[in-house]
Every structure is written in structure tokens, then in C-alpha cells.
Nanobody, 127 residues
Framework: QVQLVESGGGLVQAGGSLRLSCAAS????????MYWFRQAPGKEREFVAA????????YYADSVKGRFTISRDNAKSTVYLQMNSLKPEDTAVYYC????????????????????WGQGTQVTVSS
């Protein structure tokens, strides 16, 4: 069993930065690919970024490419999402998820299977 707890959300002005963290319990964190998703009010959940178990493979949604950076520290059982140049349209609840397979394309991310989800952290970007 793996429990995921996100933190680091908050209110920031457009152009600002935030760093989200997702801390995992359990000793099997390094076996999982990790993902960040987000969901804005009234909208469907949206994929943001993915990182393989080793960190050697990374995949971003086009909407965040060049602005967001996903990384992980397996020794700390934590995955991060550094968000720069934030825009009001980045406002959403951000969730991390763990899966046994790394999906490196939009199709497979959207149709993939995820074993664990966090409870989410709110990110609000003001204009």
C-alpha cells in the first residue's frame, strides 16, 4: 500500500512560481512511475507531467512544457513539480498519482491505470 500526500499549493500572481511536493509512504516508491494531474472547476482532469521510476524518462503536456519541471528523489520517496511562469489557466487542484507503467504519450496517459492517488493541493494563480 502506498499513500500519497501533496503539498506546496497556494495563491500566486501570474508569472510567479510554486513547487509542489508529493510524499509517498511505503518502501516501494521507487518501483512506481509518478504522475501529476490537475482539475479545474467544471473541467475534466488533465494530465500535466510524468516521470519514470528511475527519472530517466519524462513526459509533459504541451500546455506546461517549458514552464513546469517534474523530478523525483527516491531516497526521500518524493516527487516534485516545479511550476514557473504560472498563468491564471494553471489554476486547479493538482493531484499526484502512482502507476506501475510509465506512459510516454497522451493516449496512454489518458487510458492508463494508476494504482494510487493523492488528495490534491489547490493552486490558484491570480491575474
Amino acid at each position: 500500500q502506498v499513500q500519497l500526500v501533496e503539498s506546496g499549493g497556494g495563491l500566486v500572481q501570474a508569472g510567479g512560481s510554486l513547487r509542489l511536493s508529493c510524499a509517498a509512504s511505503g518502501r516501494t516508491f521507487s518501483r512506481y512511475a509518478m504522475y501529476w494531474f490537475r482539475q479545474a472547476p467544471g473541467k475534466e482532469r488533465e494530465f500535466v507531467a510524468a516521470i519514470s521510476w528511475s527519472g530517466g524518462s519524462i513526459y509533459y503536456a504541451d500546455s506546461v512544457k517549458g514552464r513546469f519541471t517534474i523530478s523525483r528523489d527516491n531516497a526521500k520517496s518524493t516527487v516534485y513539480l516545479q511550476m514557473n511562469s504560472l498563468k491564471p489557466e494553471d489554476t486547479a487542484v493538482y493531484y499526484c498519482a502512482a502507476g506501475r507503467v510509465f506512459y510516454g504519450s497522451t493516449y496512454y496517459v489518458l487510458h492508463g491505470t494508476y494504482d494510487y492517488w493523492g488528495q490534491g493541493t489547490q493552486v490558484t494563480v491570480s491575474s
